[in-house]
Antibody, heavy 128, light 107 residues
Framework: QLQLQESGPGLVKPSETLSLTCTVSGDSISSSSYYWGWIRQSPGRGLEWIGNIYYSGSTYYNPSLKSRVTMSIDTSKNQFSLKLTSVTAADTAVFYC????????????????????WGQGTLVTVSS | DIQMTQSPSSLSASLGDRVTISCRASQSIATYLNWYLQKPGKAPQLLIFAASTLQGGVPSRFSGSGSGTDFTLTISSLQPEDFATYYCQQSFATPWTFGLGTKVEIK
């Protein structure tokens, strides 16, 4: 069974860089069937998709965060990571890593991407 | 960005009730619509994808319908473990976007 686990500092100072890592177990991060992504949740913003990364390193970012976000993937460690620069208090949120199944067709049915597995989430607070 | 609007934002219901939650997209998204359930302090979990396909292990009392801009999640007979917040999400176009959620509470 696929499992994801976020790790990283729970407190980041304003203007600094938030860095999180997601460790995947139970399947290979090099699978061509999946995207690996980050979502955050805060009372003010609800659930917000940050972006996805593919095993090849291709990335898809939310335009609202694109200038501050970098995602990377380490297939040797079965991990992927998120960096968010120049953070402010508005970036305080619970951050989830997740596996999305890519769009696929089975028989006569075609299916869109969906967030199939999630990590438990990690609270990151931005404060001095 | 595609805006997802859920209604109601909250509802009170009793065990055994039939519950319906609506989700409307700001433009047509075909059936690129997924539903999630979230319990307090936990990550969201996938219930339904492609508007109407039940994720493995999800009880058959859950069903989804709709296409284009209007979608519905139905719980045919509310059980104790169903009291939670439900979210719709579109994957028709990036950025993927979520509704603000519908909180189902005990009457």
């Amino acid at each position: 069974q696929l499992q994801l686990q976020e790790s990283g500092p729970g407190l980041v100072k304003p203007s600094e860089t938030l860095s999180l890592t997601c460790t995947v177990s139970g399947d290979s991060i090099s699978s061509s069937s999946y995207y690996w992504g980050w979502i955050r949740q805060s009372p003010g913003r609800g659930l917000e998709w940050i972006g996805n990364i593919y095993y090849s390193g291709s990335t898809y970012y939310n335009p609202s965060l694109k200038s501050r976000v970098t995602m990377s993937i380490d297939t040797s460690k079965n991990q992927f990571s998120l960096k968010l620069t120049s953070v402010t208090a508005a970036d305080t949120a619970v951050f989830y890593c997740a596996m999305s199944r890519k769009p696929y067709c089975s028989g006569n049915n075609c299916y869109p991407a969906y967030l199939e597995s999630w990590g438990q989430g990690t609270l990151v607070t931005v404060s001095s | 960005d595609i805006q997802m609007t859920q209604s109601p934002s909250s509802l009170s219901a009793s065990l055994g009730d039939r519950v319906t939650i609506s989700c409307r997209a700001s433009q047509s998204i075909a059936t690129y619509l997924n539903w999630y359930l979230q319990k307090p302090g936990k990550a969201p979990q996938l219930l339904i994808f492609a508007a109407s396909t039940l994720q493995g292990g999800v009880p058959s009392r859950f069903s989804g319908s709709g296409s284009g801009t209007d979608f519905t999640l139905t719980i045919s007979s509310l059980q104790p473990e169903d009291f939670a917040t439900y979210y719709c999400q579109q994957s028709f176009a990036t950025p993927w976007t979520f509704g603000l959620g519908t909180k189902v509470e005990i009457k």
